[in-house]
Nanobody, 126 residues
């Protein structure tokens, strides 16, 4: 079973930046989107950002309103990696961040994603 491997989480101060990375452990044959979701204690997992996976070209990005203008999702097709650059972090960004992929029609619907990572903790203190 292919898994997604995330890295880059940590504890930072408000206003700082972090970059998360997501790489599959093996080859995934059928996927068109890589998404990022986050989950805080007691809350449902929510959509953060996504990018269309297009080998050889840059995919279209999508963002939740809460992170638009602060987070940037990008793909490095040569290294089979997707990044989530998080700038101007706020305490409300504190959560476990998950990357996911699959053949997705609606990027915000977590149930459409077939593969998930184990999550990486991001903690932002004020």
């Amino acid at each position: 079973q292919v898994r997604l491997l995330e890295s880059g989480g940590g504890s930072v101060q408000a206003g700082d930046s972090l970059r998360l990375s997501c790489t599959p452990s093996g080859r995934i044959f059928r996927r068109n989107v890589v998404g990022w979701f986050r989950q805080s204690p007691g809350k449902e997992r929510q959509f953060v950002a996504a990018i269309h996976w297009k080998p050889g070209s840059a995919g279209s990005p999508y963002y939740a309103d809460s992170v638009k203008g602060r987070f940037t999702v990008s793909s490095d097709n040569a290294n089979n990696t997707v990044y989530l650059q998080m700038d101007s972090l706020k305490p409300e960004d504190t959560a476990i961040y998950y990357c996911a992929t699959g053949f997705v029609r609606t990027v915000t619907f977590r149930r459409e994603y077939d593969y998930w990572g184990q999550g990486t903790q991001v903690t932002v203190s004020s």
